[in-house]
């Protein structure tokens, strides 16, 4: 399969805890973009990858908030001190020269 | 003004009928406009992308772009049970780069046999 992929699949945290996530971008992709999606909305862009560089960061992408993508292949997104209102999908998504973003399965973080 | 607005639906039509979803867009300059189709508690899968205006078809679908009245639709054809999801309207946005999607809130479709 050479989508792209996501892991965990769903966490489970407690307030206050630290989580990571990871996203394997389809492999010929050199743009990797993280949303987060709640309920009955559609996704919010967070930040956007051009290979290794993090070229835009959202006003929502908070301090507790980062995201890495050494040498330009996975990436991996971090929150800090987890908040309730941090509970949504958090949607990696990876795009080529056409600009065209192909999502991975997503990664359903519960904060409790 | 939401930068992407949809009817949020649910819009019910019954098997085999046309299905018509609308989208309308606040950013002059945008200039790529995606559907895509999620089921519920799935992700996001790309079904058309359109960057010119007038129509463009891929099979039972249809996109259609007037960025004089920022509009873009999509038309489904002969909808099946199996269309029945949240059909979501995305914009690039044209000022920064193509670097981004602003997403619609979603049109529920419910396709009745």
């Known amino acids: 399969d050479t989508g792209v992929s996501q892991n965990p699949r769903h966490k489970i945290t407690k307030r206050g805890q630290n989580v990571t996530f990871r996203c394997d971008p389809i492999s010929e992709h050199n743009r990797l973009y993280w949303y987060r999606q709640t309920l009955g909305q559609g996704p919010e862009f967070l930040t956007y990858?051009?290979?290794?560089?993090?070229?835009?960061k959202s006003r929502l992408l908070s301090d507790r908030f980062s995201a890495e993508r050494p040498k330009g292949s996975f990436s991996t997104l971090e929150i800090q001190r987890t908040e309730q209102g941090d509970s949504a999908m958090y949607l990696c998504?990876?795009?080529?020269?056409?600009?065209?973003?192909?999502f991975g399965p997503g990664t359903r973080l519960t904060v409790t | 003004q939401k930068e992407v607005e949809q009817n949020s639906g649910p819009l019910s039509v019954p098997e085999g009928a046309i299905a018509s979803l609308n989208c309308t867009y606040s950013?002059?300059?945008?200039?790529?406009f995606f559907w895509y189709r999620q089921y519920s508690g799935k992700s996001p899968e790309l079904i058309m992308s359109i960057y010119s205006n007038g129509d463009k078809e891929d099979g039972r679908f249809t996109a259609q772009l007037n960025k004089a009245s920022q509009y873009v639709s999509l038309l489904i054809r002969d909808s099946q049970p199996s269309d029945s999801a949240t059909y979501l309207c995305a914009v690039e946005p044209g000022s920064g780069g193509y670097n981004k999607l602003i997403f619609g809130a979603g049109t529920r479709l419910a396709v009745h046999p």
């Open positions: 998504a990876s795009s080529s020269v056409t600009y065209e973003q192909y």
């Open positions: 990858f051009q290979n290794e560089a993090q070229l835009e």
């Open positions: 950013d002059r300059v945008s200039q790529s």
